[in-house]
């Protein structure tokens, strides 16, 4: 009898992905929901700028969403799925009535900084593990992330 699941990882190894991925999921799923209400409740001069670009970026986020839970599942685990979880396990707070365009804008940095750190986390776990699928995520996102803050912060001055 093997101790590796059906793609080629210890099982140790795929659970331990599994749950540093469910508290990453966790955390992109409030994530996903403050950037969308940054979308909603934006005001000020550069609303329609900022509008047509929290959009753009809620959106990538929920795809997001999706890939990661289904690499959860590929590992042979389950996903969290309900909010109360997600409120348990996550280090992205909630960020309510946010209405000034920098304000948001800086909750999407601060949002993004600890999505990177979380997913450095991931990418080292998954490498001991041998996971190239979950680095090869993981890496991904990082990378476009990291050019996303360097716009942001660009956009902020």
């Given at each position: 009898?093997?101790?590796?699941?059906?793609?080629?990882?210890?099982?140790?190894?795929?659970?331990?992905?599994?749950?540093?991925?469910?508290?990453?999921?966790?955390?992109?799923?409030?994530?996903?929901?403050?950037?969308?209400?940054?979308?909603?409740?934006?005001?000020?001069?550069?609303?329609?700028?900022?509008?047509?670009?929290?959009?753009?970026l809620y959106t990538d986020l929920l795809t997001k969403v999706d890939e990661v839970a289904e690499r959860i599942l590929t590992l042979g685990h389950k996903p969290v799925h309900a909010y109360s979880d997600y409120i348990g396990m996550t280090q992205i707070q909630e960020d309510k009535n946010v209405q000034d365009g920098e304000a948001c804008v800086r909750g999407i940095l601060k949002g993004y900084q600890t999505l990177i750190e979380l997913q450095r986390e991931v990418l080292a776990l998954a490498s001991d593990a041998d996971d190239e699928g979950t680095a090869a995520q993981a890496g991904d996102y990082i990378r476009e992330q990291e050019k996303t803050v360097w716009m942001l912060n660009a956009y902020l001055g």
């Open positions: 009898m093997t101790d590796t699941n059906s793609i080629g990882l210890h099982e140790s190894s795929a659970s331990q992905l599994a749950e540093k991925l469910n508290h990453l999921l966790a955390n992109y799923q409030i994530f996903y929901m403050n950037v969308r209400g940054y979308h909603w409740n934006v005001r000020g001069p550069h609303f329609f700028e900022l509008h047509n670009k929290f959009e753009e």
